[in-house]
């Protein structure tokens, strides 16, 4: 079974930093691309960053500068390093993944981590 893994949110101050990590475990051929999306309350569900197992990424205007999404494709592992957090960052942060078996595709979601910037 296919699953995403999340770990690093938190609490931080505004202006602070965090680092998001996501590795993917189970059956599959390869993963492309990976990205991170986030949710703040009674918003939608917004792409933050995406990146290819090339490594070509992909910003959300927002975040460009402050943000840098990394993958480790030996680990299956996604990263986003967070910098200068604004308090309208606070949200719900998920990691998505396009994984392949063989020919097939399907996209997955984490379950989530929660990062809550305070001014």
């Known amino acids: 079974q296919v699953q995403l893994v999340e770990s690093g949110g938190g609490l931080v101050q505004a202006g602070g930093s965090l680092r998001l990590s996501c590795a993917a475990s189970?059956?599959?051929?390869?993963?492309?691309?990976m990205g991170w999306y986030r949710q703040a309350p009674g918003k939608q569900r917004e792409l933050v960053a995406a990146?290819?197992?090339?490594?070509?990424?992909t910003y959300a205007d927002s975040v460009k500068g402050r943000f840098t999404i990394s993958r480790d494709n030996a680990k299956n592992t996604v990263y986003l390093q967070m910098n200068s957090l604004k308090p309208e960052e606070t949200a719900v942060y998920y990691c998505?993944?396009?994984?392949?078996?063989?020919?097939?595709?399907?996209?997955?979601w984490g379950q989530g981590t929660q990062v809550t910037v305070f001014s």
């Open positions: 990146i290819t197992s090339g490594g070509s990424t």
């Open positions: 189970g059956r599959f051929s390869y993963i492309n691309p």
């Open positions: 998505n993944a396009d994984i392949y078996w063989l020919m097939a595709s399907r996209q997955y």
